[in-house]
C-alpha cells in the first residue's frame, strides 16, 4: 500500500509560497500558449480565405476547377480548424486546472499568513472589500454573480477565444456544400 500524502497544512510557508507561485507561473504558460496558438492558426484560416477569395475571383469562370479548388481549400480549413479547436480546448482546461488548484491552496493553507484587506472599486462603481493576500480569492468574490458587475465582465475569456475557431470550421464546412450546390443545381 503507498503512503499516503501529506496534508496541505504539513508544508512549510516557503512551500506553500513556492506551489503557490508553481501554479501561477503554469497557469500563465498555458495562457501564453493559447495566445500563440490562436495567432498562428488565425494567421493560417486567414491565409486559407484569402486563396478562398483568390479562387472565387481567378477561377470563376471555369466552374469545375473552382468547385474543385474549393473543396482542396475547405478540406485545409477543417483539418486546421479542428486541430485548432482540440488544441485551444485543452490548453484552457489545463490553465483552469492550474488556476484551480492555485485557488483550492489558497482556500485550505493560503500561502502568505495573514490578511491584507482592502477595498476594490469595480467597473460598476461597487466597492468590494477583498484579501490581496488570496489572488484568486479576489478574482472568485470579483467575478461572483452577487457583485454588481457588467454583463461583458462575466463572459469568460477563454471560452470566448474558443469561438473564432468554430466560425472557421462552419465556414469550411459549409463553403464545399455551397460551391457544389452551385455547380450541380445552379449554374
Given amino acids: 500500500m503507498p503512503p499516503s500524502p501529506p496534508s496541505v497544512g504539513a508544508l512549510s510557508p516557503d512551500d506553500r509560497k513556492w506551489l503557490h507561485d508553481k501554479y501561477e507561473r503554469m497557469a500563465a504558460e498555458e495562457s501564453q500558449l493559447s495566445a500563440n496558438r490562436t495567432s498562428y492558426f488565425a494567421a493560417i484560416g486567414t491565409v486559407l ?3 478562398l477569395l483568390v479562387a472565387l475571383a481567378s477561377l470563376f469562370t471555369n466552374p469545375f476547377l473552382f468547385a474543385a479548388v474549393m473543396t482542396f481549400l475547405a478540406a485545409l480549413g477543417i483539418l486546421i480548424s479542428v486541430n485548432w479547436i482540440v488544441l485551444l480546448h485543452r490548453t484552457n482546461d489545463a490553465q483552469k486546472l492550474w488556476r484551480e488548484a492555485a485557488a483550492r491552496l489558497e ?4 500561502p502568505v499568513e495573514g490578511q491584507l484587506m482592502a477595498p476594490v472599486t469595480l ?9 490581496l493576500l488570496r489572488p484568486y480569492a479576489v478574482h472568485t468574490a470579483r467575478f461572483s454573480r452577487s457583485t454588481s458587475i ?6 469568460d475569456p477563454s471560452t470566448l477565444t474558443e469561438s473564432l475557431p468554430l466560425a472557421f470550421l462552419v465556414l469550411w464546412v459549409l463553403s464545399p456544400v455551397v460551391v457544389w450546390g452551385w455547380y450541380f443545381l445552379g449554374r
Fill in 49 to 51: 480565405v484569402t486563396g
Fill in 107 to 110: 482556500v485550505l493553507d493560503p
Fill in 123 to 131: 467597473r460598476s462603481g461597487e466597492e468590494l472589500s477583498v484579501d
Fill in 150 to 155: 457588467s454583463w461583458m465582465d462575466r463572459i
